[in-house]
């Protein structure tokens, strides 16, 4: 099986502009989340989907925003980019979406702004 | 809330010997899971090794295993014969294991630790 593709893996972006980031999970996965990594905060979590609904939130402005599609494809979109939005945005997928259950990572997509 | 602390923000361990890195949390729940997550130069976060606090015996894969202490909060992980490929960095994580409504179900990571392994 193919493993969780993110796209783009790399984006530069001004302040302003807004950008959306692209996650396939592994075939036959239902549940995706979105994680943002920078140096400063670590790793927080943004969002959670299951089936299309999103079911757990982050403590995130609202100008972080997501959806899920019927094949479990994600997108995440960051609108009115700034300055403190460069990050590594890591995308993972799980069969269910338990708890106890493993998470499968992509490689991320490292956004820049400018 | 929940907390995730690792204090060594970086180790180095000679090829062959064996290292284990510090992992605290705390937590007012009595049931949650606990993982240790490497991240190489690729970015690819890779499960390593998994806890269920229920379980008193500790986890075991190939040459990782974790030192779990649930009243001290303390979840180590040694590494054993230590590669060139396991120079990485390191993060701790905790989820809890139910879910309460309005109250996510999200990985809580510790700040990492950066593991060189020399030749």
């Known amino acids: 099986k193919a493993g969780v593709t993110q796209t783009p893996r790399y984006l530069i972006k001004t302040r302003g502009q807004q950008v959306t980031l692209s996650c396939s999970p592994i075939s036959g996965h239902r549940s995706v989340s979105w994680y943002q990594q920078t140096p400063g905060q670590g790793l927080q979590f943004l969002f959670e989907?299951?089936?299309?609904?999103?079911?757990n939130k982050g403590n995130f402005p609202g100008r972080f925003s997501g959806r899920q599609f019927s094949n479990s494809r994600s997108e995440m979109n960051v609108s009115t980019l700034e300055l403190g939005d460069s990050a590594l945005y890591l995308c993972?997928?799980?069969?269910?979406?338990?708890?106890?259950?493993?998470?499968?990572f992509g490689s991320g997509t490292q956004l820049s702004v400018l | 809330a929940q907390t995730v602390t690792q204090s060594q923000p970086e180790m180095s361990v000679q090829e062959a010997e064996t290292v284990t890195l510090s992992c605290t949390y705390d937590t007012s729940e009595s049931d949650y899971y606990l993982f240790w997550y490497k991240q190489p130069p690729s970015r690819q976060m890779i499960l390593v090794i998994r806890?269920?606090?229920?379980?008193?015996q500790n986890a075991t894969e190939n040459r990782f295993s974790v030192n779990f202490q649930k009243a001290a909060k303390s979840f180590s992980l040694k590494i054993s014969d230590s590669q060139l490929g396991d120079a990485a960095m390191y993060f701790c994580a905790y989820r809890r294991a139910v879910y309460i409504s309005g109250n996510t179900g999200k990985l809580i990571f510790g700040q990492g630790t950066t593991l060189q392994v020399k030749p």
């Open positions: 993972a997928s799980s069969p269910e979406g338990a708890l106890g259950e493993k998470l499968f």
């Open positions: 989907y299951f089936s299309e609904t999103q079911r």
């Open positions: 806890q269920e606090a229920y379980k008193q």
